[in-house]
Each structure stands twice: as C-alpha cells, then as structure tokens.
C-alpha cells in the first residue's frame, strides 16, 4: 500500500537527483578544473597513481565501489593487504563477523583480486603498499557520482615550497574543494602531517578544505588537540574549531575536520550542504 512515508521518501529521491543532475549541468558551464586550478598557477604534474590501487576491472567497479561504503569491508582490505604474501579467513575477520567475512573474500576472489591457494589466500598481483591510493579513488568517486562533480585524486604539483600529494581535488558548481585522506587511525597520524595539510590549504586556496579520517574513532580526542596547537603555532590569535555535529568540526566554515562514523558520504554531503548554507549558494 502506498503510504505518505513512501511518497515522501520518493519525491526526497527525486529532488536529490534534480540536484545531481543541475550540479552536472553547472559543472559543464563553468570553468574545468583544471583551469580553476590553472587561475590559481597550478599545473597538474601527475595525477592517480595505479601503482598501490586494488581495484577490479572496470565493468565491476560499480559494485566494488557499493561495498566500500560499509567501514566493515574497507577495515577488511586493509587486513587483506596487509597480509597480502599470505593469510587464512581467521587472520582477516576482526571487523566483521566470520560468514560475512567469507563472503568478503569470496567477492575478492570472482573479481580475481584475491587467489585461494591450498594453505590460505594471496592478492592476485602486488605488493599493495597501503589502502591509502584505493580510499583516495573511492573519495573521488564520492565526488563524481554522488555530487556529480569533477574529481582528480593522487595529484603532485610542482612546487618550489610546498609539495607532496593532494589526495582528492574536486569541482563543484565551480566551487575548489581539497580533501586530505587518511586511511591510518588517528595514533598513527603525526604532527607534520597537520602542517602539511595546512601549507598546501594556504598554498592551493581552495573553498573548502576538508581533513577526513577514516575510523569512526573520536576527533575530539587526539585530532582536534593536534589541529588547535597547529593553529596556536600558525596565529597570534588562533581561529576556534567549533563542533558542527557529532564528530565533524570546522574553522571558520572553510576547513573540516571529520570521520567516517555513520557513512563518509553522507559527512561529505554536511560539508557541502554547509558550505552552500553560508555562502548562499544553495541551488
């Protein structure tokens, strides 16, 4: 029986698609992103290493990039590449339950990810490095499909002061939106790694930065303390970091701070919201 529910939950699916596809239109009136980032005098040097990237073939990659919305099994591909010369089914099940888990392998078998050999499982082709360059790609693809943007990830510039890698560069309604991506929990992320962050904000000048996490681990805890001495070495007089919601913050409505509890989707799509909430530009 068609309910009211129902029907509101149709008519918020179509606007959410309306707004996808006037996003698409926008993005193909307004400047490339590489002419945006061009006015800025940056040049593309290299873009998406495929080096460290564990990804099927392209006709599988809608599903696989379906399955990495549940933290359960990109917590499972770390474990598998981290065991990647040579693990069991027992030495990857810590985040989700043993059936699920198989299930879990057994998909990265058919996309010929993973082999099965007769003492265990090994990755078809490696070594894999890191998690890192594949949650990079699944961020951008967040970008495309779910905002209907443009997105580059893995990028160098050639900078005489500030190098290393952009993980994510996206376009929206013409709007400069940089993501750093870290796949390591929050004790495993160091000092430097915020001053980076912060010179290539300061160097790139996007409309929103965003520093994204992915644990569903407090910020509170260790990240924000790390952001508010960074900030307290940067200005005589440091800009506060304020709470947005749960565990995703903001300075100055312009850099984010946020994990990936509840999806790394939606936490993205309260950034933008956010960003068009204060800039007036909501379509």
């Known amino acids: 029986m068609f309910t009211e529910k129902t029907k509101t939950f149709n008519e918020l699916a179509f606007l959410r698609e309306e707004v996808k596809r006037l996003r698409k239109e926008l993005n193909r009136q307004t400047p ?3 002419m945006l980032l061009r006015h800025r005098g940056f040049s593309i040097y290299k873009r998406e290493p495929a080096d460290d990237l564990f990804i099927p073939q392209k006709k599988f ?4 990039y379906e399955m990495l919305h549940k933290y359960s099994f990109r917590l499972f591909l770390r474990d598998v590449i981290k065991h990647q010369k040579l693990f069991t089914l027992e030495q990857v099940t810590r985040y989700a339950t ?3 888990t198989k299930e879990y392998l057994d998909y990265l078998v058919s996309l010929k990810l993973v082999k099965k050999t007769e003492i265990g499982y090994v990755l078809a082709r490696g070594p894999i490095r890191s998690f890192g360059e594949t949650l990079e790609w699944y961020v951008a693809e967040v970008f495309k499909r779910e905002f209907g943007s443009a ?37 495993q992320i160091y000092d430097s790694e915020i001053t980076a962050f912060f010179d290539r904000v300061a160097d790139l000048a996007p409309a929103i930065a965003v520093f994204l996490m992915d644990t569903e681990l407090r910020m509170k805890d260790k990240l924000v303390p790390m952001f508010e001495a960074e900030l307290a070495r940067r200005f005589a007089y440091p800009p506060l970091i304020t709470r947005l919601e749960r565990e995703l913050f903001h300075i100055q409505d312009r850099i984010f701070l946020v994990n ?3 999806s790394i989707i939606g936490n993205i799509e309260k950034i933008v919201s956010w960003y068009y909430q204060q800039s007036g530009n909501l379509t």
């Not at 990830?153 to 309604?173: E, H, Q």
């Open 98 to 100: 043993p059936s699920i």
């Open 61 to 64: 990659q809608q599903k696989f």
């Open 32 to 34: 490339g992103l590489d």
């Open 151 to 187: 997105a580059v990830w893995g990028v160098k510039f050639k900078r005489p002061r500030v190098g290393g890698d952009y993980d994510v560069i996206a376009k929206i309604d013409g709007a400069l939106f940089y993501v750093e991506v870290k796949s390591s929990p929050p004790k």
């Open 260 to 262: 990936a509890k509840e």
